[in-house]
């Protein structure tokens, strides 16, 4: 309580100083939180695509529909298996006439064949989980063929695998930056009480005693400035909106809460940094 109490003091002492650290705290973590934003647009944006990943069997003509029920089954109990569809050559050719729209007058036949669609858990839509389903689906007598987009599956497992690796790395980037930032702002507190510091080394007080209120100081900086920035992106997240017109994800209340305790993390990193120097060379 007492490092709480002298780190409030000392907010009032300068204001202006504090008013200035909590803002530039805030605007390093919106840049942070900007960046956060738009990764988790685009990995929901890929997941949302991940969802398309389909299997498709096409069955051999004259194929009792009680084979096709049998396996059918036996597809759905893969325990990679989300779902399993049976279409028929009607509803296979309703379908393309209805996706192709103005086009849907070329379709004059049934000449398209029946198939078991196959849509995969999350978590096994992968190239490799995929091939294994469509591998075995090849095992039944009736199939003619298998489809699924092989070439198109590989590609977006790599640009989710390149997206997640180039998130995390400028992630960290952001996240330096920021501490860099908070620790020069901290540090300017800590110039102003050089005297303050010195003096209660004079008097016998320990580096753990000196720290503490600066600590204290740079997580409740770190937790405003991470509460500010929080604000500033979901402004930043409608303009964009209504500029763009589209919607966009923002953070749900459990990354918001953890983007503010990472705010005060690094507040209390950057004290840490700036407090532990100044001491060594006083």
Known sequence: MTSFRTALIAFRRAPLLSALSVTTIAFSLF?????????????????????????????????????????????????????????????????????????????????????LDVKLKPGFRDPTHVGAVADRMRTFDFVDDVRYGEEWITQLYKLRNIAGVAGAALGLAFAAVAVIIIGATIRMAVLARSREISIMRLVGATDGFIR?????????????????????????????????????????????TLGVICGALIGLLGSAVSVGRHLRQV
């Not at 209120?213 to 997580?219: A, I, R, Y």
């Open 31 to 115: 840049a942070f939180g900007l960046f956060g934003l738009v990764a988790l647009n685009i990995r929901d944006a890929l997941a949302r695509v991940g969802e398309r990943v389909e299997i498709r069997a096409f069955v051999a003509d004259s194929t009792p529909i009680e084979t096709i029920t049998k396996a059918s089954d036996e597809v759905a109990a893969y325990p990679e298996v989300l779902s399993v569809e049976i279409v028929t050559k009607e509803q296979a050719l309703a379908k393309a006439r209805q996706e192709l729209g103005e086009f849907k007058d070329v379709f004059d036949g049934q000449f398209l064949p029946a198939s």
């Open 212 to 256: 503490r209120p600066f600590l204290v100081e740079g997580s409740i900086k770190g937790i405003l400035g991470g509460v500010l920035a929080l604000g500033l992106t979901w402004v930043a997240m409608r303009v964009l909106e209504q500029y763009l017109h589209f919607q966009t994800a923002f953070f749900d209340h459990r990354l918001a």
